[in-house]
């Protein structure tokens, strides 16, 4: 570690792991500026924030029957990758030491995680590069579980997010971003999670969407015709993430600098004209301004721009939530060239979405953006004239979604075959809604007066009589009005 103006060098073990204490020194801070720590701790919070949009913005996608449980499960994968992150999850990601393909266990349980100049940076902390990227490793499996929309349970969700964070998550964030990772040592460049977050989510979603199977009712020509039943949902999800990538993205230069700022800069900038690129695609065919359509191609051109963040100028950030925005949008029609329920579109805005991330920065990077952080160095992409970037880019592309793909189907098999871990839920509690059979709980209580369209509500008279009649027993009195129409 490099000293600068107010921090003295690190002086402690480097070459594997250690808890920091061999400096000999009583103050461990000291060796770390503040300005940095309050930055990526903010970061942190920020991209936790994420999570829940996530879940905010598939609730408003999914039917309202559906709704209540994709908050649930975008929920459960906080607290599911938590644990699995502290039990061996930042281990086998961001050891110290490893192979070329995954880290060891030198730090499992976070024994030994502490003062350390980290893996990712020596500008912070062990302790603190493990909760910053405990948020990347959570927020991955929350992109993915959306295609359990409608039809699946929540208890093999849960098993299937420990195991697939531990199968197909970390070794691909290990190749992308450990020193020892035979991406990181190619020359790949992949700066906020490109392949490990949203190839990998995007590759993992078509994978269940393939496993589980189609939705009752779906129909090759055209799915399964239904609007997004709360669009409130997706503008605030769409707001949750938008906000939180400036953590995401402006987080991963590891410090407070002009590198990190720069990556803020480019987010906002694809996000918003991927916005409008979706809108005016969308304008041309139904002639209308689609709020849906904005908050997809926001979506679209963040995701985009995630892997080109910290080596890309602003100009190149037009580039990229453009392209993104236009080929998510067309990626959108795949599912039914395919022959797949991919009911939330993940794989087209996430797996295609991060696939044109990456080859736009093997195009666009630029070794004076990557050098703002004062000691980055890159040969940078095509406009620095290295054009066998764009080689390292797609190596990446392809060997990261074929992985998660491949894996997440090997997962789902396995599990499928486990009693008690089959996946989906019967045709009878689908048409009632996993909502209803799984949580027992309701996005909406009005939703209780009329569960089909068949059902033949009680007129205002019954509903009257019913009243007097249930006021003589109290306690039962409010449950028996309650349950008319269930």
Not at 163 to 190: E, H, M, Q, R
Not at 450 to 455: C, F, L, M, Y
């Amino acid at each position: 570690m490099s000293a600068s103006l107010y921090v003295p060098e690190y002086n402690g073990t480097t070459d594997g792991a250690d808890a920091g204490y061999s400096t000999g020194v009583a103050d461990l801070n000291q060796f770390y500026e503040s300005g940095d720590f309050a930055w990526i701790l903010t970061c942190a919070a920020l991209v936790l924030l994420m999570i829940p949009g996530v879940g905010f913005f598939y609730s408003g996608l999914a039917r309202r029957k559906s709704a209540l449980s994709l908050i649930m499960l975008a929920m459960l994968s906080i607290a599911v990758v938590d644990f699995q992150w502290f039990f061996w999850g930042y281990s086998l990601t961001f050891s110290h030491t490893g192979s070329s393909f995954i880290g060891d266990l030198s730090n499992f349980g976070l024994m030994k995680t502490l003062a350390q100049p980290s893996v990712g940076s020596t500008k912070i902390p062990d302790l603190l590069f493990c909760l910053y990227q405990g948020m990347f490793a959570a927020i991955t499996p929350a992109l993915a579980i959306g295609a359990a929309v409608d039809r699946a349970r929540v208890l093999p969700c849960i098993v299937f997010i420990f195991v697939w964070a531990t199968i197909v998550y970390d070794p691909i964030a290990y190749w992308t971003w450990n020193a020892n990772g035979w991406s990181f040592v190619a020359g790949g460049l992949d700066f906020a999670g490109g392949t490990p977050v949203h190839i990998s989510s995007g590759a993992a979603a078509l994978a269940f969407s393939v496993m589980i199977g189609k939705r009752t009712g779906y129909a090759k020509s055209a799915g399964l015709p239904y609007r997004p039943h709360n669009v409130t949902h997706i503008v605030l999800g769409t707001v949750f993430l938008w906000v939180g990538w400036f953590g995401f993205n402006g987080g991963s230069a590891l410090a407070a600098n002009l590198r990190a700022v720069m990556a803020c800069i480019v987010t906002h900038l694809a996000a918003s004209v991927g916005g409008i690129t979706w809108v005016l695609l969308d304008y041309r065919l139904e002639k209308k301004w689609s709020v849906v359509g904005f908050c997809s191609g926001a979506i679209a051109g963040l995701v985009a721009i995630t892997p080109g963040s910290g080596f890309v100028a602003p100009w190149a950030a037009v580039i990229f939530g453009i392209v993104g925005s236009i080929g998510c949008n067309f990626a959108t029609k795949l599912k039914f060239i395919m022959g797949v329920d991919e009911a939330l579109d993940i794989f087209a805005v996430h797996g295609i979405g991060g696939i044109i991330g990456n080859l736009l920065t093997g195009l666009f990077a630029a070794d004076y953006i990557a050098a703002l952080d004062g000691f980055t160095s890159i040969p940078g992409g095509w406009i620095n004239h290295n054009y066998v970037q764009l080689g390292y880019q797609i190596a990446d592309c392809v060997a990261g979604f074929s992985y998660s793909f491949v894996l997440t189907c090997v997962i789902l098999f396995v599990m499928n075959l486990i009693p008690g871990l089959s996946l989906r839920v019967s045709a009878e509690n689908e048409e009632l809604g996993v909502d209803e059979d799984q949580l027992g709980e309701f996005a909406y209580d009005y939703v209780e007066l009329q569960r089909h369209t068949s059902d033949i509500l009680p007129t205002g008279a019954e509903l009257y009589q019913s009243g007097r009649a249930g006021s003589s027993k109290s306690s039962e009195g409010p449950e028996k009005v309650a349950s008319i129409g269930r």
